[in-house]
Each structure stands twice: as C-alpha cells, then as structure tokens.
C-alpha cells in the first residue's frame, strides 16, 4: 500500500470517529427527549384520568368505613374524599331531593356559604399582585364613608381584624353598590386588631374588587378563577336554584330529617355578596381549592403572603395549620367543610343540606381528615 493511501485510510479513519460521536451524543440526547416527552405524557394522561374521576361515584373498600361514619353521624350531603392522591369515596349520603327520591352524588349542586371569603381573598390578593393595590391601603382610599376608613387597612379586613360590624341585616333586594353603601352606613365599630370574624368585611372586600377591577365582582371572579381553572360546575347564585342537580334543603330531627324544606327567598343570597352566594360541587371545590393552592390562579410567592399564618387562626377565608388548612361555611341552611393537606394528597370534602343542629361539620371534616392520615 502506498503512503498516499495510508494516509487517506487515516483520515477517513478520524472522520468516521468524528461523525461517530456526535452520532452516539445525539442517539443518547434523542433517547432522553423521548424518556422525557413519555413521562410528561404520562403524568398529564394520569391528571387528566384523576380530574374525570372526581365527577364519578366511587365507593372503595378504602372509603367504606368513612361513609358509614358519615351515615351514623346523620350526615346527609356529598363527600369526596383523598387518601395519597387516590379517591377513595366520592357520593351522597341521603336525598338532594326527597320527594323525587333523587339522591345525593358527586354532581350534586351546593352552597359554599364562607368558604367563598377564601375566594375574596385571592381576588384581592390577585389585585395586589398587578400593582393595582396594595394589602396594607387604607380601605377608605377605595370605598368613601367609613368612619375609621383612613385607619384600616385591607389586610385587617381580610384576617378580620378590622372592628367592622352590622348592625342588622339588610331589609331589602339591591344591587351591588346599594350593598355596599348599605353595609357601610349600618356599621358599628368594634376595637381594632382584636379578631372578630363580622362578613361584612368581605361584602367591603369584594365593594375594593369590584372598584379597583372596574367590573362585577361575579364577572371578575368568573374570568380570573372560574374559568382559568375550568371549572363546570361552579357558579354564583340564583343560577344553581334551577338547576336540575340542585340539592334542597331539608329540616327536621334525626329520626325525621326530610321533615321540612327550606326555600330561599332572593334576599338571602342577594346580601351575601363576596361572602355566600357561590355554589358548586364536591369535586369542583376540591379543584377550586387545589388550583388556588397549585399557583394557577396566583403566584405561590403570593400565597404566603395572602395566607402568612400557619397557627390554624383564621386569616384569608381558611384556618391554616403548618401540614393542612381547613375551611368552613353555613347558609341558607346548607353547609360545606374541607380539609385538605399542603400537597393536596389528603382530602375530606363535606356538603351538606341538611340543616343538622348535631352535627358539626367542620369539626367532623377535621376529625375525618385525621383518620384518613391515621390509616395506614
């Protein structure tokens, strides 16, 4: 062989290594997109299967227990309940209609009563978060006529430690702004920092929203929470009160619980603005609650701020403990209860129509989630 043709193998030799590595470097490069893209795909396809089946009946063994508790406790509602990320009951106890012997089940419509002031809270906190307030503004530098307006701030109202208080309910229908003005010229004035929890500081919350946003307080919680997080079962009343999956109200002793039904004049849910007028279901309450907790309503760094205790004292519509928060609320004679741990993995979610005066749910949604941690 000649020398010119040794040398011409050595080159071709090199080149071939040259391109070799690359190659191999892009084999390994593509492989690892592929493991990637896979997994993605995965963990979207097994959300996507999660969130279908919070509209599902699902009765485990897991969950059994956990019914029949609900069941001997005379509770009668919807309940969904969470165990390490797996569903392990989602129904009814008990009728959402009696008389049509129509009954309770994980699509089953509810009031939220308080548990909204959570709501509130976020849509403020999402007003901060675009400059366009600041949590420690006078409320009086948004809504005129307060007598200590310059002295309270807005983060007082949302931990209820304003000294704001009504003095009688409201007599009457009115829109928006008349019930704000109302609210604010019925008020009376408790000691200021000391906590009371009084809802009007909400009705004046969602008066700041409505003011600062320049629309509806309805139509902005619609655009920036409701249908950022998809959800298809929640709305603001009177719209749930003609819905065909509607639960009724029911009174009555234990041994008679469908004794009586209880309608809901317009004025109940008219005073209730930012307060109590939103219903939903148990799986769009749990979606609700996690997607304000996932950041996809508000920034995590927010959040903390917003909900800046962890002691289980009351502060921006939900008791926060350091591994879980619960919330509460009653209207109208429903009830709605949660709790739910930080990562969202353990959840109890209770509604009810049953305007039971022996049965604490809150406490029962409280005492539920701490078994459920319990169980192995």
Known sequence: MTLSALLLGAVAFVWQKKIAIPDRQAKVLSSQRHEQATHREAVQTAATH??????????????????????????????????????????GVGYADAAAKRVNGPTTLF????????????????????????????????????????QVTLRMMIDMRSGFALKK????????????RWAIGNMTYLPQRNYAYQAVNYQLLAGVVEKVAGRSYEQQIRKTIIDRLGLRHTGFLPGMLTDTNRSLTYTGPVTNPYQTSIGEPELWYNRELGTGNMYTTVADLYRLLRGIDDGKVLPLSALKTLRNRDDGVYTAGIYNHSDFYSTNGTVAGQMASTAISHDGKDAVILLSNYNSHTLNLHDEAVRLFQTLRQKG
């Open 50 to 91: 999660f969130d279908e089946r919070l509209d599902r009946p699902i009765d485990t063994s897991a969950g059994k227990s956990f019914k029949e508790t609900l069941t001997n406790d005379k509770f009668i509602g919807s309940a969904l309940i969470i165990k390490q990320g797996e569903i392990i009951f989602n129904g």
């Open 111 to 150: 009031q939220i009563g308080s548990i909204q002031k959570a709501v509130t809270a976020v849509a403020v906190m999402q007003l901060a978060e675009e400059g366009k307030l600041h949590l420690d503004d006078p409320v009086g530098k948004y809504l005129s006529g307060i007598k200590t307006g310059d």
């Open 169 to 180: 309910y409201q007599p009457s229908v009115m829109d928006d702004a008349g019930i704000i």
